[in-house]
């Protein structure tokens, strides 16, 4: 039934488990990959996080974002639920949300080692003001690396509406 062995599955512990345990402090930890079967191909992985919270680290007030995470993998691939896990682990964790989008990305780079990796956060306006932290990165001595830079050059070129969300 299933394309992949019971073999390549045995590190993935939060898929499928009943007793999920909900961090309630930042806890990269909680993260788990699993092989990426076609990691000749170049294609991209994106997830959206309509619901990710952290808190204001004078204030302590909650700031509430949609977090994109696009990525192109090389050999590992971050597996959903614990990516979910992750991002809820911010739920308490005090910090701006510049930090909190570079923090989730280089968390996934360590993780993964993908080819390419893209964190933009949407944060809901607090004080009449909205703030959209966009960072990014290639692998070095790679495609990717050019590709980066010029998402990074051209990155608000055609800017959003913004609606007050």
Avoid at 136 to 149: I, M, P
Wanted: proline share 6%; with cysteine.
């Amino acid at each position: 039934m299933s394309g992949r062995e019971k073999e390549e599955m045995k590190d993935l512990t939060l898929l499928g488990n009943q007793g999920t345990k909900y961090a309630m402090d930042y806890a990269p930890e909680v993260l788990e990959t699993f092989v990426n079967k076609h990691p000749e191909n170049d294609y991209f992985v994106k997830f959206n996080c309509p619901e990710f919270t952290s808190l204001c680290p004078i204030t302590g007030q909650p700031d509430f974002a949609t977090i994109t995470i696009s990525y192109v993998p090389g050999e590992k691939m971050v597996e959903s639920k614990s990516l979910k896990l992750y991002l809820f682990s911010f739920r308490n964790h005090g910090d701006f949300h510049e930090d909190c989008v570079n923090i989730i990305m280089k968390d996934l780079i360590r993780l993964m080692d993908p080819k390419y990796i893209e964190v933009w956060g949407k944060f809901t306006p607090r004080g009449g003001i909205s703030i959209d932290p966009y960072c990014n990165y290639g692998k070095a001595g790679t495609k990717w690396e050019e590709v980066a830079f010029n998402r990074m050059a051209n990155h608000d070129l055609y800017p959003e509406k913004v609606d007050n969300r």
